[in-house]
DNA sequence: GAAAAACTTGCAGTCAGTGCAAACTATTAA
DNA sequence: TTAATAGTTTGCACTGACTGCAAGTTTTTC
């Protein structure tokens, strides 16, 4: 019956999927701070021991990220097309993971929820940076720049933050599309953010 | 003796920063996951249910942020000259805390420890969320746009974003000040960090 | 079918963080 | 000075997150 993998990592998988399920609806309906772990673990018909055998943290169960997402935007940085600009694959794999979160509906439901809960959020983005770390690490490389080299670094950083700022503009106003919104971040981003920037020049007197 | 204010408000400061001292320090000795607020609150000479009076979290005495230094940046906002540019704007004002920062010797110490320290630096991310809405609103205000607009959100984004890969590039080479990678940062944020961007314009075939 | 390896669970324990009520101390008014 | 008042500190009891350890179970492997 179960095409890849022993009964026990079906299992593993059946079980990190209940929890995550149990734990993103118990935070939806109850509120994200009102959710106790023994709540997530009973819904999931599984001792409060063994959630902590799966995830580190309650957040980590709501937000329930897909380790898929990070390997497959690894994996398009390193396959780009040569002549491709930076920013350029970075939106390619920020697409591709949005995408297929709203696919499952989950962007909306999952995304509120993140972005209306200080503590999820917090958590999401320091999940983030774990993963900026090695987006950083494999654009430089791309780019044939050295590790310590601003720009790089800086993309995926910025990058992030355009993903944030959309995502709070949509839930402000659900009326533009999140892709649309991060689009136009990336844009800016691109051209130039400020293009009369200049802090020595505008100094007049004083 | 004491200038301003009674007897009991120059207690609190006093008992504020004793415990944030002893916060830093001890978290510099031991290792920022290490240190109990026990031990905090002990070595600042009140109880453990006091520690919690003054701050939220154990991080937040760590972290020991200035509330002044919100203050400082929105104001600079408000009162910047008519004709700068937001960005420019932003940079004075990140200028000004740096500075801050460094006169005390803190930036290195504490800012090393924060990076250092996953659970800080996503405590520090965490009240930077709030700083950044306000200091979008102050930003959007200030160029006279719309509140669900994309730009000044970014600029504010996307500055944080740059804070934060200066200081970790300083931590991996000290070579090069903060301030300096900052204003690399901004300098490629204004430019543009990438003018090739263009998504539909490089995808060939398929 | 038995030994080995992996997974689950209960239990005991540490630590963070909160609400409450009592004790204490600065401030204010008389 | 004293008495009322308002703000602060503290102890206590409690919930809940999270960890290590030592059984138990279940799957795998031979």
Redesign the interface.
Known sequence: MGAEGGLRERKKLQTRAALADAALRLALEKGPDHVTVEEIAEAADVSVRTFFNYFPHKEHAIIGRNPEHLERALDRMRTA?A??????TM??AVQDVLRDLESDGELSRRGELIMSS?TL???L??SS?DDERQLTAALAERMGEP??S??P???V??A???C???M??HK??PGRPVLE?VR????????????????DN?R?SS
């Open positions: 097309p002549g491709e600009s930076p920013l350029t939106w390619y200080p959020l917090y958590q983005m320091l940076l590790a310590g601003t720009r670094a800086l993309i950083s910025a992030g933050a355009a944030r700022v959309a709070e503009l402000a106003a919104l136009e971040g990336f844009q800016l981003l691109a051209q130039g953010i400020d293009t009369a920037f200049g802090p505008e007049g």
